[in-house]
């Protein structure tokens, strides 16, 4: 099967290679996204099989397997507006058959008695020599290639209109096969969403050389032989208006026949309608869904020139071990008239040609070896006259196989910014016939990596667009470098970029608050937010609005944190102790989140603790009191050694009452510490006293309780 179709030169390239790439048997599934609608096409992988399609149909499946930005746990059957398809009766071909020449192909390779092509083409007379069934099997799937109403009618298309923006489906065709035929298939898979929509490319590397009334007009198939199944190719006179020079496409070769190697340009000889007048040419590419993609931006133009009896004949190179061997001709009427010959080559057709010797080749030489041949090239021979003429064949185009990829790329650096656009750049490897490059991108670390360019990249920076709003607070990427022949290198080593963070994290969470005589204890529940930085710790003493950050525990460094393992909540809580508290005093605490983009979470909820004073001070000796009836008051006085004290306590009561605090004595450097006088005294009454010493964080022992009448 695949020699015949490379033979007749109707290869589908997409359908023909996955089917040649597998040794099962089956139906081959393509699918084209568009904003709202995704279109499927599908084919057999054989004669019998296309026979079976036609007598049982086939039977189409839809899954729904990602949505909201999250792959389903278990992929959900969707309904099909159409799930069963056969080819149409005959009676609904009808009103196609005078209006789409493609339709009238695929109804006579389905209900014709017997295929009749011209005999005017050398190459048609080769297919009419092929057996009938592969011959209508062959001709139904390159209408169907070339027409969406044949490939409609023929079953071999569905356009789904039940789509939404966000989900991807997995669709699966398969042949409607009864229990009782036992041929084993394979069904056709595809994964697709209306996300996955991108712009038809444009052709690359047009270029041409123009000859005796034709044109030889060469561009790379190559890169999109997934995209395109045939070229058409336009002519304008002016370079404004431009027409189709045939009614049926180029068809795509995947392989050269002779070398079996990726055919990287196809070439195509197109007729002029006369020399000395300039034309322009462009091409078009064709998908399997009979779509035309836009125009080429390269353009060749330029005249055919009348060739004189002076002709060299460049047959078509052959190529042995990585040799090209190159045979030419010239008229018995001009051979006495040589001089010799020279041979160049060049990247392109219209290109800058080195010629591959010194001086002249003999007049009699007709073959010439290039031992030094690599890549796709272009060869010419040149025939001089003994009297000066010239004459230069028509350039041939030799792609010898290159099966040795590039190294991987090296990334070197990358960057997103608050808009979620996100700039890489890499180093290219150390090969000279690097291409351009891929990327590819993974939202988590371990996720497969999806391919995002849609043409092969020449620059080695890259600009890209990512939402910021993902649970994922990390993106991936991959560059992978292609050669001339597309032969793809490893994939670079991972780049991690981190999304600029516009959400703060989630406040951290007091647990409790403990007093102690030598700190307060603090125990908390940590930000639960994954990108969490560091928590910061602020105290204010309570009644005043002055908060004062006390402590800053980086996610790295939690040495001055005691961790807690909290079963019912199954997470980690910490335990901080503030040493730096005045006993006594009332305190309130706050924490704050900040995360890895310096992005504050609002305060937690306050806590409040008092940390109790400790009494550790010897008490007050020697207190004695005495009264000055004159001066109307009790005079207390006393002795205390010890340094730092800030007051004195008073505690009075009258009579058999109850001791409370009286009054307190501020030490200051000028007033007298070990002295006071109570001028609220009455006569006839008893007082008792007793005196505290106080200082920062410390209170003394109460003294003993001395007693006087007034």
Do not use: C
């Amino acid at each position: 099967m695949k020699g015949f179709w490379s033979l007749i030169g109707i290869l589908w390239v997409v359908f023909s290679a996955e089917a040649q790439n597998s040794t099962q048997a089956g139906v081959k599934l393509l699918t084209r996204a568009h904003q709202n609608e995704i279109k499927l096409r599908w084919a057999p992988t054989s004669p019998l099989l296309w026979q079976y399609g036609l007598q049982y149909g086939y039977r189409l499946e839809k899954l729904l397997v990602y949505q909201n930005g999250q792959v389903l746990p278990k992929p959900r059957p969707l309904t099909l507006a159409k799930v069963l398809f056969r080819a149409a009766p005959q009676a609904k071909w009808q009103p196609y058959l005078e209006k789409d020449a493609q339709a009238t192909v695929a109804y006579q390779a389905m209900f014709g008695e017997k295929m009749q092509v011209s005999s005017n083409n050398k190459i048609l007379k080769l297919v009419e020599q092929a057996e009938q069934q592969q011959l209508r099997f062959t001709f139904a799937l390159m209408a169907a290639d070339y027409s969406a109403i044949a490939a409609q009618l023929s079953g071999l298309s569905f356009t789904d209109k039940q789509v939404k923006k966000g989900e991807k489906y997995l669709y699966r065709i398969r042949l409607n096969l009864p229990a009782g035929i036992q041929v084993k298939t394979e069904a056709g898979n595809a994964y697709v969403g209306t996300d996955d929509y991108a712009p038809l490319p444009k052709p690359l590397e047009l270029d041409g050389k123009f000859g005796d009334k034709n044109v030889l007009l060469v561009w790379n198939q190559l890169y999109y032989q997934r995209i395109y199944s045939g070229y058409f190719i336009e002519r304008s006179e002016d370079g404004k208006k431009y027409q189709l020079t045939s009614q049926l496409p180029h068809a795509v070769f995947e392989k050269d026949t002779l070398q079996s190697i990726p055919q990287r340009y196809m070439t195509v000889v197109d007729s002029l309608p006369q020399n000395n007048k300039t034309y322009y040419f462009r091409v078009r590419g064709l998908t399997p869904f009979a779509e035309l993609g836009p125009p080429s931006d390269s353009i060749v133009t330029g005249q055919g020139k009348s060739q004189n009896e002076w002709q060299v004949v460049l047959e078509k190179p052959t190529i042995k071990k990585q040799q090209v061997i190159l045979h030419w001709q010239v008229s018995d009427k001009i051979a006495s008239h040589i001089k010799g010959f020279k041979v160049a080559k060049a990247a392109k057709a219209q290109g800058k040609y080195q010629s591959l010797h010194t001086g002249l080749l003999a007049a009699g030489q007709k073959l010439y070896v290039d031992s030094v041949a690599s890549g796709a090239t272009y060869y010419q021979v040149k025939a001089i006259g003994k009297n000066g003429e010239e004459a230069t064949s028509f350039p041939h185009l030799v792609q010898l196989p290159d099966t040795i990829p590039p190294d991987a790329p090296v990334v070197l650096a990358g960057v997103v910014d608050t808009l979620g656009a996100v700039t890489l750049r890499w180093a290219p490897p150390n090969a000279k016939d690097v291409r351009g490059y891929h990327v590819f991108r993974s939202e988590g670390e371990n996720d497969e990596y999806s391919r995002i360019n849609v043409t092969v990249i020449n620059d080695t920076t890259f600009a890209d667009s990512i939402n910021l709003r993902s649970l994922n607070p990390y993106i991936h990427y991959k560059i992978q470098a292609v050669d001339q022949y597309f032969n793809p290198s490893p994939l670079s080593k991972m780049l991690r970029l981190k999304r600029p963070d516009k959400i703060p994290p989630l406040s951290p969470v007091f647990v409790r608050a403990l007093s102690t005589d030598s700190s307060l204890t603090l125990q908390w529940q940590a930000s639960a937010s994954q990108d969490v930085a560091r928590h910061l710790l602020y105290r204010a003493e309570m009644g005043k609005d002055q908060w004062q950050l006390i402590a800053n525990f980086t996610q790295l460094d939690t040495s001055a944190l005691q961790q807690v393992q909290d079963t019912s909540l199954h997470n980690t809580q910490y335990i901080f102790q503030d040493e730096t508290a005045n006993p006594g005093r009332q305190y309130q605490y706050t924490l704050v989140a900040v995360d890895s983009s310096h992005l504050e979470s609002p305060p937690s909820r306050p806590v409040s603790a008092r940390r109790i004073a400790r009494t550790i001070l010897p008490a007050v000796k020697q207190l004695r009191a005495s009264q000055n009836f004159k001066a109307k008051w009790i005079e207390l006085e006393w002795q205390y050694s010890q340094p730092q004290v800030t007051a004195f306590r008073i505690y009075r009561a009258k009579g058999e009452a109850n001791l409370t605090l009286y009054k307190t004595i501020e030490v200051t450097a000028d007033q007298a510490t070990n002295l006071f006088q109570d001028k609220q005294v009455a006569k006839g009454l008893a007082y008792r006293y007793q005196v505290q010493a106080v200082s920062p964080g410390k209170v003394a022992k109460f003294s003993k309780v001395i007693q006087i009448r007034y």
